[in-house]
């Protein structure tokens, strides 16, 4: 038999080197690109929480009967739930609840869970 003096490709060992740094390399990444999905989802959630105040002010000042009743809770979507009190047709308290935060009015920062 002929030996290969010029042999191309690569060795079992080479390949399982660049297998190896590659799983390492996606051990690190993937909880950070999860972290980032997350931050994005609270991020449109707030974003959600604030129209919906905008949305329940306008009708509460129009007086518009589909204005939702004072200390209902309410569905927005993006499983986000929101109450508002409203007293003297004014909204004095609004907070919005998910499974990642809770929004409340007037600054709607996220206090994360």
Request: one cysteine or more; proline letters at 3%.
């Amino acid at each position: 038999m002929k030996k290969l003096l010029n042999k191309k490709g690569f060795t079992l060992i080479e390949l399982i080197v660049v297998i190896a740094i590659i799983a390492i390399l996606a051990a690190i990444l993937i909880p950070a690109l999860l972290d980032y999905i997350n931050e994005a989802n609270i991020t449109r959630q707030q974003s959600n929480a604030r129209s919906e105040y905008s949305r329940v002010v306008l009708l509460v000042a129009t007086k518009n009967e589909a204005a939702p009743a004072s200390g209902a809770a309410f569905d927005v979507g993006d499983d986000l739930s929101c109450t508002a009190t409203i007293t003297d047709g004014v909204v004095s308290d609004f907070v919005c609840e998910s499974d990642l935060a809770t929004f409340s009015y007037p600054d709607f920062s996220a206090d994360r869970k």
